[in-house]
């Protein structure tokens, strides 16, 4: 399995992407996701789950990875840029905006894509794709945990697509 994205060139994340784009929600965060693709999944894929991640936000978030996005119940192999917010045919979970750190963004506005916003230096940030063999028990606004303890025995592949974006 192998992951792409157009929003990402040489190993940079693009500016649209984050806080160098021009689509923000009502908090002025980043609102224009990301797109990608997943090409040759494992035989049996029922569905596909993803976990946007910024590890280097851990000194600034008081020792936690920055969580962007994370949905479940994707059954087709493309995203679209800027589909967060107008996909039906998937689940989202909530990313790390809802947090005191983040502002505690309601819970309606953070079950989408929260984009890029690296406030010190240029952040790596890691998109993580998981094949499934079944579909979650989930509903819009779910916690990330809740997602890895039911994906738990049902990973049949696991890969990452890392990208920087400036600060």
């Known amino acids: 399995m192998k992951i792409l994205s157009s929003g990402i060139k040489n190993g940079v994340i693009e500016d649209k992407y984050g806080k160098h784009g021009e689509q923000f929600n009502e908090n002025g965060v980043p609102s224009y996701s990301l797109p990608f693709e997943i090409v040759d ?24 990875s920055w969580v962007h996005w994370v949905a479940a119940n994707i059954t087709r192999n493309k995203i679209e840029e800027n589909e967060s917010l107008t996909a039906t045919d998937f689940v989202q979970g909530l990313n790390s905006w809802i947090s005191m750190q983040g502002g505690q963004q ?12 690296p406030p010190n230096e240029p952040h790596t940030y890691e998109l993580h794709i998981y094949a499934l063999d079944c579909m979650l ?31």
């Open 41 to 64: 999944a494992p035989e049996g894929t029922k569905s596909f789950a993803l976990f946007l991640e910024d590890k280097d936000a851990c000194p600034i978030s008081g020792g936690f």
């Open 106 to 117: 309601s819970k309606e506005l953070s079950r989408f894509y929260g984009g890029m916003a």
């Open 137 to 167: 028990d989930l509903q819009n606004g779910f916690m990330f945990h809740e997602m890895f303890r039911q994906m738990d025995g049902h990973v049949l592949e696991q890969q990452t697509l890392k990208g920087v974006y400036r600060n």
